[in-house]
């Protein structure tokens, strides 16, 4: 999107107030919504490897963080202990 697009600019504007009056009515709150990470890892011979996940607190286990997956293989959670 252009940054001199203005009217491009006020349709996202509106498109995201729109979606949190939308969470709002569902309970739910925008701004404890997260995005996954995504972490990209240079290799030997110039490629590349890269996974995405969500660092969550781990209030139960043993780490600070545990690492799920994203999106989950087999829609199935997958997780990982942080060192």
Request: aromatic fraction near 6%.
């Amino acid at each position: 999107m252009s940054r001199h697009d203005e009217a491009a600019r006020e349709r996202a504007r509106e498109a995201l107030r729109r979606l949190r009056r939308d969470l709002a009515g569902q309970g739910l709150d925008a701004d404890a919504c997260s995005r996954p990470r995504c972490i990209i890892e240079p290799l030997q011979g110039g490629k590349l490897d890269s996974w995405c996940g969500f660092r969550l607190p781990d209030r139960e286990g043993p780490n600070l963080y545990r690492w799920v997956a994203w999106p989950p293989p087999r829609g199935a959670a997958r997780t990982e202990e942080s060192p």
